[in-house]
């Protein structure tokens, strides 16, 4: 016989051996250069014992590179020259909880001591939320501000809300929560301020234009320089500061002070407080600072 010609049938998809990445392991050494170069770019602060919860929030990048080792991602993270993966890397450890009227105690502030004044000189109002996660927070703070300000014109209402995670802006500009999620919302507030939205299976619910226009998303990092101009008459920094060290609370708290107004105010997470780094600022009640 000549010429005798084979086909070589490629094994099916299914029998082909898929990489297990999930017997990946983090070395100490190199949970410490995480470690390191998250605290230099973020401010965030990685505590001992974190080794696990950075191992499992990392192992979505090695699968989406196909990086079989934490030595090659980090090679992979410092070779690129556009700092997209340090971006991605700092995104995927950041902790992005948060809730519709979070605190509440704040918002109560807001409507019996600080919008009462604001409502009867009808002058507008500049606030940020700094460390917006994924946009509940700054939703809150406009629904309130629509319903205690009716008078006011809506274009001097500004807020302006950052974060550091570009995965956590895309939800908050896309701005459509379940059910669940809503479960806070006073009801005149969910029936005023949301639309049903269809999602295959899931019912979602979307944000109404008249709030989200009073809202500007930017990412921002904290640490690095601040393109916008003060006064701002509030800021919501709550829940961010936990994840810094004193000296990194310190200096920022310091540059709140600098781009806040005389007697305007800065809330922070309930379970955090000024104490070291309160020069400057007047305590009210938990959480609730105003700059002198
Ligand atoms: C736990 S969430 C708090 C959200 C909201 N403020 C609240 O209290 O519900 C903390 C947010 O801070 C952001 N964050 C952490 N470090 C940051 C930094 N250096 N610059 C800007 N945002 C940062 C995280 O991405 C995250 O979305």
New binding site residues.
Partial sequence: MVGASFIVHPEPASRVQKYDFSQIRLSRADFQKISRVLYQF???CLQPGKEELVRSRLLKRLRALDLHNFRDYLKHVFDDKTAQELRTMIDCL??????FF?ENKHFNYMRTRILPEVRNSGKGMRLW?A???SG??PYSIAMLLKEELPTVDPTRLKILA????DT?LAKARAAEYDRQSLAEIPPNCFVKYFTPVSSGSNQLYRVDESIKRMIRFAR????ADWPMKGPFDLI?C???MI?FDNYTQQKLVRRFWDILAPGGHLFV?HSESLVASSAGFRYVEPATYVKI
Avoid: H
């Fill in positions: 973020s401010g965030i950041t902790t992005n909880k948060t809730s979070r939320s460390g917006c996660s509940e927070e950052t974060d550091i995670s956590m921002l990092n904290l640490m919501f709550r829940n961010v994840y997470g």
